[in-house]
């Protein structure tokens, strides 16, 4: 009795595994930042550099400038740019831009507050305003004196017709200010110190009549 013949068994081809793809990551543009100071022309360190895009309030990045000046900061693409740079005493600058490129670097002028010159300023010029407690009107004649602490000199000046009278006098000191006229009641400011930033600085005087 013949065989029953086996049916072929189908060869079943093997699924490949599905293979992910990386995530793409988001584009960034990476530049550097450039601080000058102004007034001397020379590279700030330790300046904080900022990158918002434009009408953003939050920092894209935020880096210290290093020696030279410069700092690498990145920033997704936008249309407009904002960079800030701000350090102690100086103005907080910020700069509006529409490219920002690897190789081309971005200066930043900052202005500081006080110049050099005025930074090493030994004296300064005060001022006292006298007037009369009651009248506001300016008195004239008052004699105004600036005694430097503990035992330095007394340095005397006399109010004009608007009340004034000005001073120049050794900075990085304390004063006692004091104001007296014949007919009213004396005025006194005690233990005011005066640095470099302090020139142009004015005291006011009211004098009470007795």
């Known amino acids: ?13 093997a699924k490949k595994a599905a293979v992910k793809k990386p995530a793409k990551k988001p584009v ?16 700030l360190p330790k300046v904080r550099v900022s990158v918002f895009a434009k009408g953003k309030r939050t920092a894209n990045d935020t880096k210290l400038t ?4 410069k700092a690498r900061l990145s920033t997704p693409p936008s249309k407009a740019y904002c960079l800030a740079a701000e350090k102690q005493e100086y103005f907080k600058t910020s700069v509006e831009t529409t490219s920002l490129v690897d190789y081309v670097v971005s200066t930043i002028l900052l202005t500081p ?3 050099e010159a005025e930074k090493l300023r030994t004296n300064v010029d005060i001022s006292f305003v006298v007037y009369n407690c009651s009248t506001l009107e300016p008195i004239q004649g008052a004699t105004c004196t600036m005694k430097l602490l503990p035992n330095g000199p007394t340095y005397t000046a006399t109010t004009d ?18 104001v007296t ?7 006194t400011i005690s233990n005011v110190y005066l640095n470099s930033y302090s020139s142009g600085r004015e005291f006011d005087f009211p004098l009470c009549p007795q």
């Open 1 to 13: 009795m013949p065989r029953k013949s086996t049916p072929p068994v189908k060869k079943t081809a």
């Open 28 to 43: 960034k543009i990476t530049f550097t930042a450039k601080v000058i100071d102004s007034s001397t022309k020379q590279p």
């Open 66 to 69: 290093d020696a030279q000046g």
């Open 113 to 115: 507050e006080k110049t």
């Open 161 to 178: 017709a608007d009340g004034i009278a000005t001073f120049n006098v050794p900075a990085n000191h304390s004063y006692d200010l004091k």
């Open 181 to 187: 006229k014949s007919g009213y009641t004396d005025v």
